[in-house]
């Protein structure tokens, strides 16, 4: 029986982390071993910043509502409010880009608000 020998799939093992490794600073572009953990750390780091990319956008929204809402005299969380008790379902994201290119439609938004509640 033929010996089987893993030297082919080991190289390839090693080129695509040395690959995804290519542009580190140092012996972590070139070192197998320092570019393996400088590899994996790379790739948790950019899970978490998935996370926090939503959390972000998320906060932009909100400081965008904040602001555009300022004007009609009720701060964010009573406008949140009103839209809840009026049965209105926007989401964050729909309702920050409605303030900025729809101000009129934003505007009975806000008033539907205040009188609900």
Do not use: C
């Not at 082919?8 to 197998?32: C, D, I, P, Q």
Request: charged residues 30%; hydrophobic residues 45%; proline residues 1%.
């Amino acid at each position: 029986m033929a010996r089987v020998k893993g030297a082919m799939m080991t190289r390839k093992r090693r080129n695509k982390v040395l690959k995804l490794a290519k542009s580190y600073w140092g012996s972590k572009s070139t070192h197998f071993k320092m570019a393996k953990q400088a590899v994996k750390k790379s790739a948790v780091y950019a899970y978490v910043g998935r996370k926090h990319k939503k959390r972000d956008f998320r906060r932009l929204w909100i400081a965008r509502i904040s602001a555009a809402v300022k004007p009609y005299g009720i701060n964010y969380s009573r406008f949140m409010n009103g839209l809840k008790k009026a049965n209105i379902d926007l989401n964050r994201k729909a309702l920050s880009e409605m303030a900025i290119n729809d101000s009129a439609a934003f505007a009975a938004l806000v008033e539907t608000a205040k009188k609900a509640q």
